[in-house]
């Protein structure tokens, strides 16, 4: 749901039927009826400029009516937009529900990372965290085989078919999510300790009175009421002392997986291959499409097992040869003629860029696309959580809007327009080479922790790069030396103790 539209609207915005029907008199370099780049920055770009204000709004639904009700509240608000774009034939309306869409969109990516960073075990978390980003691929995929197969309908199909199937990945977020418990954290937060060893069992698939999960409940609940103890947090408090560095290393490596230049290849990617010469651009986006959903599998296997920092940083370094070789590749081998047509002087030049641009999205897919989401959903505290994800999702969508909106301004040709063409990737690059840096001083080593773990990981290292070397000393309940705790302690005896030490290890 959250990126098969980006995958749809790319091929959208190049069938010949909806370019005639949405069209105001522009004409395009081709002469055909077509929107102006203006209006195809505005179509792409509102969607997530509601993406945006959507994230920000996630943490009053997410601690109000808690993580799985919000969710099934934020697909109805998609639904809206998708009846709304559906039904278009003007460009008001088919903005007007892009918005809509976006808005759910944003709502929707805020909450399901949240969601499951609170109810994953540690020692698959990140897998399972980042299998958010591989339902991201699979949609970008499903988005290019659906408008592959309606790209020469002439007829409104073309553009509504690939719009209304949307549908049906909102009923199926619906239905699962209803099948769902709450996630035990939320369900401790607002004091029901009951109902959360219930969720709790069920997620674990252990009776709610087993050891570990009362455990695990203890530990979350002590820490609770250690944050809780301290005041409510608002969103300032998110920039406060220890607080700050966390904030802005979360917002930090949401905004660099937009700015290593992904969604241009996925937004503007059909049109963009099309202008440059290349034939049947379509073919072109449904396999980087198949290799953005296969190369992401190998990165769901190896965070939980090399871990998010030696991640991250080789995939940084990747991205940043890939792009600067799709640059060179790409400039030194096309040129313009007086009408801004793209002239092809060498065409095992272009194979050769369309084939590190497949690179590139290779080491995006195994690292910085699912860890991005890992990292954000499990360096803050419970207190914050919702609060400081809203605003790291936030600056995903408000940096895939500026890319989305100033793309267009950026590569077309015309007065106007900077003509950047192939140029772009040299933008890409440069965000590509400050990521490395990012990582090595910024990214700390989280494999393998408790959530709880990972708040004491960040209150006693200072540095992130001797993050890998940390070891927690005791649980966050025996280091409160709580009353609970010793209740609990004296009625498991010693068994349950070497039950613990075991899953500390």
């Not at 055909?32 to 639904?61: K, M």
């Not at 919000?70 to 639904?79: D, G, N, T």
């Not at 339902?135 to 197969?149: F, P």
């Not at 999702?393 to 500026?402: E, G, H, I, K, V």
Request: hydrophobic share 45%; proline share 3%; aromatic share 14%.
């Amino acid at each position: 749901m959250c990126r098969y539209d980006t995958g749809t609207i790319s091929g959208i915005l190049a069938m010949g039927y909806w370019q005639n029907l949405f069209s105001t008199g522009y004409v395009n370099t081709q002469g055909h009826a077509d929107v102006s780049p203006s209006q195809s920055s505005a179509i792409v770009s509102i969607l997530s400029a509601g993406t945006f204000f959507g994230a920000l709004g996630s943490p009053f639904l997410a601690d109000t009516i808690g993580r799985r009700w919000a969710l099934i509240a934020s697909s109805w608000v998609f639904i809206l937009g998708v009846i709304l774009q559906t039904a278009s034939v003007a460009l008001p309306l088919f903005l007007a529900g892009r918005f809509f869409a976006g808005f759910g969109v944003g709502l929707i990516s805020a909450l399901i990372p949240l969601y499951q960073s609170e109810t994953a075990p540690r020692w698959i978390r990140g897998a399972i965290v980042g299998a958010y980003q591989f339902a991201i691929t699979i949609g970008l995929l499903l988005a290019a085989i659906v408008d592959y197969a309606t790209q020469y309908r002439q007829d409104t199909g073309s553009y509504r078919i690939p719009i209304a199937v949307q549908f049906a990945w909102a009923i199926i977020l619906i239905v699962g999510v209803l099948i769902l418990p709450e996630t035990p954290r939320f369900l401790i937060k607002k004091g029901q300790h009951d109902n959360a060893a219930k969720a709790l069992g069920r997620l674990r698939r252990l009776d709610a009175s087993h050891n570990a999960i009362q455990e695990e409940l203890l530990e979350i609940e002590a820490n609770h009421k250690y944050e809780m103890s301290i005041g409510k947090a608002s969103y300032l408090d998110c920039f406060r002392g220890g607080m700050l560095k966390r904030q802005l290393t979360g917002m930090g490596i949401q905004a660099l997986q937009q700015l290593t230049g992904i969604n241009f290849i996925f937004y503007f990617g059909t049109s963009f291959f099309s202008n440059a010469g290349i034939q049947d651009a379509f073919v072109i986006q449904m396999i980087t499409s198949c290799i953005n959903v296969v190369s992401t599998i190998p990165g769901l296997w190896a965070v939980d097992k090399i871990g998010r920092r030696p991640l991250l940083l080789w995939g940084a370094i990747g991205m940043c040869g890939s792009q600067f070789l799709v640059a060179m590749l790409g400039t030194l081998t096309t040129g313009q003629d007086a009408n801004g047509n793209i002239i092809v002087h060498n065409v095992a030049a272009q194979k050769a860029g369309i084939a590190f641009v497949c690179l590139y999205i290779f080491f995006f897919a195994s690292t910085w696309g699912p860890l991005a989401w890992v990292v954000t959903g499990e360096i803050y505290p419970l207190k914050t959580r919702a609060k400081s994800l809203s605003m790291t999702t936030a600056t995903n969508w408000l940096l895939n809007w500026a890319i989305a909106y100033s793309t267009p301004y950026l590569v077309n040709y015309g007065e106007g327009y900077a003509n950047l063409q192939f140029k772009i990737f040299f933008v890409w690059f440069g965000a590509c080479f400050f990521c490395i840096s990012f990582v090595y001083f910024f990214i700390y080593e989280t494999k393998g922790y408790s959530l709880e773990e990972v708040d004491e990981l960040y209150s006693e290292v200072t540095s992130a790069r001797k993050s890998a070397g940390w070891v927690p000393k005791s649980t966050f309940a025996q280091r409160e030396g709580g009353v609970v705790e010793n209740a609990q302690a004296a009625e498991k005896g010693s068994s349950g103790a070497s039950h613990h030490e075991e899953h500390t290890a």
